[in-house]
């Protein structure tokens, strides 16, 4: 009590004779801002913790202020060990964090999806074609080395396309949903996440309409939250 008192008495005249600018009781209030403020570094570190292990293994995500997008990554060549995944952290900090981790796991998810080795008609066509072409231009058949480099264009094009389809769009988007019910979220919410994450994203770039491929995505994300009750048609979610 007498503390009380003499603390009430005396700092009124401690600061008429020591005066202290008033912007220093504020410091407490500017240090914890500067914990909040998003460095690429910190995001970088806590996005990899969101990811699965695979993810850690196989992507690298590197900032890149230059670029227009929020975020992107490039379909990846066989001979890359990781693959890279671009953003800017200017615009990514714009988005809150439900959709940052939904849409670094979609795009995550994405890509360690595509498998260069796995055994199907294409990626042997192109094999073929890759090993018959440099077969051919080893004995010197020009005409043989040009069908086979066509070969092996025609089914790495096919492949890209497969990967590019509404199908495995939709299929990211719903394995980031199932990473996501690992990391605390529910179903409902994460895919709710990924919605707003798709339309926000299209805003920050200051592109007027979702294309094709967002607006069937974001139709199924729809459903899965429970905000609508249509679905995508299977003859589309095939394109």
Do not use: H
Not at 49 to 63: F, L, N
Not at 159 to 184: F, H, N, P, V
């Amino acid at each position: 009590m007498r503390i009380a008192i003499w603390a009430k008495d005396t700092l009124p005249l401690l600061a008429v004779f020591f005066p202290f600018p008033s912007s220093l009781f504020f410091l407490p209030s500017y240090f914890f801002l500067l914990l909040k403020i998003m460095t690429p570094e910190r995001e970088i570190t806590r996005l990899l913790d969101v990811m699965p292990a695979s993810g850690r293994m196989m992507t690298k995500i590197i900032s890149k202020p230059q670029q227009a997008t929020v975020i992107d990554c490039n379909f990846p060549n066989p001979f890359e060990r990781e693959r890279a995944i671009y953003i800017n952290f200017d615009l990514w900090q714009q988005l809150s964090k439900p959709q940052r981790d939904l849409l670094m796991l979609r795009n995550v998810s994405w890509l360690i999806s595509i498998r260069w080795l796995k055994p199907d008609l294409y990626q042997g066509i192109a094999l073929i074609g890759i090993f018959g072409g440099i077969f051919e231009g080893v004995q010197g058949d020009i005409i043989g080395t040009l069908v086979a480099g066509g070969l092996s264009t025609i089914a790495l094009t096919k492949i890209w396309q497969s990967y590019r389809s509404s199908q495995r769009e939709l299929e990211a988007d719903e394995a980031a949903i199932k990473i996501a019910l690992r990391r605390g979220y529910n179903e409902p919410q994460a895919a709710e996440s990924l919605l707003e994450a798709i339309e926000k994203v299209a805003q920050i770039e200051g592109r007027l309409s979702l294309n094709f491929t967002e607006l069937i995505r974001a139709q199924n994300l729809r459903a899965i939250a429970g905000i609508s009750p249509l679905g995508v048609p299977d003859k589309i979610k095939k394109e």
